[in-house]
């Protein structure tokens, strides 16, 4: 055999030697793990921050939302299905679920699947100043406490919202009532006759809002 032809042979018997690897080879056993459904990772799915011009205007409502969510479990598109009735709430909503909100993707024939759900995010005003935070608490005096309240000994603590406009005007709201209507709205009397300076941004003054707490107590007051 001549020098010539030599490595095509060779080559040939190389390609003959070479045969694709078949799935029964592997003895790798076959998936029998069930589906699995879409879970949220509870952890990550917290209230988003309430935007401080929606509280100063006192928005509240319920933004449901659609959430494409990918293999990995990462939001691929977050979009409002329903209105809160507030632009800036909605807005808030998406935002802080598509940054913040994971899930454990479904399990489809052993593979993690994209999938789509759909979720509500509820502004209440009420729930917010009662969880997020504690505001500052104010004794009232004594001398304010409604006659007739006092004679049935009602107490309670009134959380309000307070406006304060640019131009120094209060304008405060009840979000979370004593129980006592005398109490709440003796409250909000009293805070109109207080005096606040408004917030100032680059030298310009602007409106602002705080969470104050009004505390109705007969006995034991602090000095």
């Known amino acids: 055999m001549s020098a010539l032809i030599r490595p095509a042979l060779i080559a040939g018997l190389l390609t003959l030697s070479i045969s694709p690897l078949r799935a029964a080879d592997t003895d790798q056993p076959a998936c029998t793990a069930p589906d699995r459904p879409l879970r949220p990772v509870v952890a990550t799915h917290t209230q988003p921050p309430y935007p401080q011009m929606s509280v100063m205007t006192s928005e509240q409502g319920t933004t449901i939302v659609t959430v494409s969510i990918g293999a990995d479990g990462v939001p691929t598109k977050v979009a409002v299905f329903t209105s809160s009735g507030s632009v800036r709430l909605d807005e ?24 789509e759900t759909r979720v509500s995010v509820n502004w209440d005003l009420k729930n917010m100043a009662a969880n997020a935070f504690q505001p500052p608490s104010v004794f009232m005096d004594a001398r304010d406490y409604p006659p007739d309240a006092l004679k049935r000994r009602e107490q309670g603590n009134v959380t309000m919202t307070v406006m304060i406009t640019a131009q120094g005007q209060v304008f405060p709201v009840v979000v979370r009532s004593s129980g006592f209507p005398e109490l709440d709205q003796k409250s909000v009397e009293v805070i109109k006759g207080w005096h606040f300076s408004p917030a100032v941004l680059e030298g310009r003054p602007m409106m602002t809002a705080i969470f104050l707490v009004s505390v109705w107590k007969i006995d034991g007051q602090p000095k």
């Open 92 to 115: 808030a909503a998406v935002a802080h679920i598509r940054d913040n909100w994971r899930w454990n993707a479904p399990i489809i024939g052993c593979k993690p699947t994209a999938s």
